[in-house]
């Protein structure tokens, strides 16, 4: 007799597809190296090597992408300012999608004065200015990655809100949702068991979003000397730094640049091709 075969999980449907899973291994190639890099390469990132610097890109002396003015190695910077800026975007995007997933599941599912009431208090929030209150904050307090989290967490979650509305009021249409109404279960029980967990993969979606905007809102901030400190070593802080150095050592900036721009071209492609199997797989807009 032959096995009963099961149905793929949503979720396998969702990644089983080479747009989706060839950004997502890029952005896990470049995680995994700026947490390998320490441990394998001999120069640490906030070394300074004297009568080494600012020494071109090359092989013979070691310094494969070059050093900076004061002689640290900017493969050991870059790959450190990878993992600073990944995770300044990760924690912004995961506080961001934890708050618009909890408003914006809430007004969907509720409807009514409760809907109305959040989404008018949501545009009027959208309607600041982001990187006014941001440069208001950081001039108020002492420049830190847990404030940037905070602050585009914060406004990220607006939009997460807005986009998670929609899916919210779809869901509570479906028919898993009515028979668990049949079913006697109360509405916080269908919203916390029924409704969140089938709003993640939209929500995922919106990371494409919010991960890149925390990402390119740090690097503006590094510029204007307001990012995290230079100790951090974010690739905002070192493309600030390389602006300085481009004169008579320009890889200094493209270094830092060239991996910002892998860092968002992976997420780009990813929030892109997540939106677009999402929208083949519900037959919806997402």
Known sequence: MMAERTAPSPWRLLFANAAVALPLGLLLLLALASLITPMLWPYAPGQPLWG?????????????LGTDAIGRDMLAR????????????LGAGAL??????????????????????????NDLL?????????????ALFEPSMWLLILVVGGFGSLDAARI????????????FMLASQLQGASGFAQWRLHLLPNLAPVALTALGTVVPQ?????????FLGL???ERVGSLGTLLAE???????APWTLWVPALALALVLLGFGLAGDALRVRLQALTGGSA
Do not use: K, N
């Open 52 to 64: 080494q610097d600012l020494l071109a890109p090359g092989f013979a002396h070691g310094h494969w």
């Open 78 to 89: 870059s790959m450190a300012g990878i993992g600073v800026s990944l995770a300044i975007g």
């Open 96 to 121: 961001a999608l934890t708050i618009g997933g909890i408003v914006g599941g809430a007004a969907g599912y509720l409807g009514g004065w409760v809907d109305e009431v959040l989404m008018r208090l």
């Open 126 to 138: 959208l309607s600041l200015p982001l990187m006014l209150i941001a440069i208001l904050l950081i």
């Open 164 to 175: 998670l509305r929609v899916e919210a009021r779809r869901l509570r249409q479906t028919e």
């Open 214 to 222: 925390a990402i390119l809102v740090e690097s503006f901030l590094a």
């Open 227 to 229: 990012g995290p400190s």
């Open 242 to 248: 390389g602006v300085q150095d481009l004169q008579w």
